[in-house]
Each structure stands twice: as C-alpha cells, then as structure tokens.
C-alpha cells in the first residue's frame, strides 16, 4: 500500500519560517492579524499572494516564478509590489 504525504502550503510556510527562526505567531504578526485568523487560513490552505510576499518580506527571500525546465527566474514579487500605484 502506497501512502502518499500530502503536502500543504501551510507546511512549507511553517518550514521556511523555521528554517529562519521564526514562529507561525511572528508571521501573523507580519500580516497583522491575530495568530487565530492566521490558524484559520493554514486550516482552509487559503492564503493570497500578499500573505506569501509578506512570508518573503519577514524572511528577507522573494516570492518568484521560475521556469521549470531553464531554472530561470522569470518574476518576482517583492513588498513594494503591494503599494497603490505601483503597477
């Protein structure tokens, strides 16, 4: 019997906040939310792009998107990227 792990957005933004030394608390507060509100995100898996840039601001790395077959990246989306009027 074949049993395969399914792997979460939570998890991996619980691992990549580890692996910086940060708790699941101090990125609710990066977001500005009760810790509760960010516990109900990581259970429904709902999280929006602003939650992963703002991972990526509190771990001083960047969301991207990156080709799968030359590796390069082709996008990335920084904090600044939030600001009104900067399209």
Known sequence: IEVRTLVTITSKIKSVLSRYGFSFADYARQLNIFPQTLNNKAKKNAYKV??????????????????????????????????????
């Open 50 to 87: 602003q939650d992963l840039i703002e991972l990526g601001d509190l771990t001083h790395t960047e969301l991207c998107l990156r080709d799968l077959e030359t590796k390069e990246v082709i996008m990335t989306f920084k904090k600044s990227d939030l600001e009104i009027g900067n399209d």
